[in-house]
């Protein structure tokens, strides 16, 4: 079974200083990991996805995520913070190996960006 | 590409009462998938379509609950006898894959619907 433990409801941060959202995730198989990001009164915008190639993934908008197996983790990283970045961000996993579409989200981490 | 499109917006209805919810996805995409997001909670699966077959369908989908994708293109969903926790906000999303493969899900803005 796949499961993702997002390790922070809240983070705040400064304008400006780096941002690290936690996600850990739990998989029977080789997993696809995604973030995605949900802004007030928005659907849900892919970020970045992982999918067995590198394990330093880029995505949109300056963010990065590292996938290291042994720790089974896929935090979310940015080196600067900007007022924009204010939104709910969601760790996901996929287990295609298993059949299923599903795609499993974490309870998410609520960013804010203090000016 | 005009993106995932779900209607209406927002539904308030009373407890006992049928709603229907119409998602249209992303028109080359094969895949369609039903979420539901309660309040500080990330989206919960509750079914998939790859074309008009419904392949999976999670626990949280009580009898009470129906989707449809009748040509393979737009989808509906269906509660029947509406209780009081049905209120949440409810996502389709799209994608376009085959076999174990698949494109990221492109994501619809939901329908809201409150049971009062």
């Known amino acids: 079974a796949q499961s993702v433990t997002q390790l922070d409801s809240h983070v705040s941060v400064s304008e400006g200083t780096p941002v690290l959202l936690r996600c850990n995730y739990s998989s029977s198989y080789s997993p696809s990991l995604f973030w995605y990001v949900q802004h007030p009164n928005k659907g849900l915008q892919l970020l970045l996805k992982y999918t067995s190639a590198a394990t330093l993934v880029k995505g949109i908008n300056g963010f990065e995520a590292e996938f290291k197996k042994s720790e089974t983790s896929f935090h979310l990283t940015k080196p600067s913070a900007h007022m924009s970045d204010a939104a709910e961000y969601f760790c996901v996993v996929s287990d295609p190996g298993t059949g299923r579409r599903a795609l499993t989200f974490g309870s998410g981490t609520r960013l804010q960006v203090q000016p | 590409d005009t993106g995932v499109s779900q209607d209406p917006r927002h539904k308030i209805t009373k407890r006992g009462q049928n709603v229907t919810f119409r998602c249209d996805p992303i028109s080359e995409h094969n895949r369609l998938y039903w979420y539901r997001q309660t309040l500080g909670q990330g989206p919960e699966f509750l079914t998939y379509?790859?074309?008009?077959?419904?392949?999976?369908k999670s626990r949280l989908l009580s009898d009470r609950f129906s989707a449809e994708r009748p040509k393979g293109s737009f989808s509906t969903l269906e509660i029947q006898r509406t209780e009081q926790g049905d209120s949440a906000m409810y996502l389709c999303a799209s994608s376009q894959g085959v076999g174990l493969t698949g494109s990221p899900l492109h994501f619809g803005n939901g329908t809201r619907l409150t049971v009062t």
């Open positions: 379509f790859q074309n008009e077959a419904q392949l999976e």
